[in-house]
């Protein structure tokens, strides 16, 4: 998460904003931590899945609100597919995001 988002703000259209982020701007979420499994496809394809490391949510404080998400993705030669999506934290459910299944790209 990064400590001060101004920083960033605007980064798609001036990504120098993007080139001097350092690690110091940024603050690490340990709930938030995935553990990428490597799977061999075929001899010359890998599949990598990322599982959560901990049961507890993914969670941090932004403007002194609670904010939950729920983050992976699958990744092969030809394909990503992603099923990050943000959690009501009362309700436990879907607010956005991949609700419907995974966000599917395919290389052209």
Known sequence: MFKDITKVLGGGSNPQKLANITLEDIEFLPNCTLKVTTNLISPDNYCFITTPVTETPCSFNYQ??????????????????????????????????????AYEFHKL
Request: proline share 3%.
């Open 64 to 101: 002194g609100n609670n904010y939950q998400v729920f983050i992976g993705f699958e990744v092969t030669k030809s394909e990503l597919k992603t099923y990050d999506k943000g959690i009501d934290p009362t309700t436990g459910k879907g607010i956005w995001g991949a609700l419907m299944g």
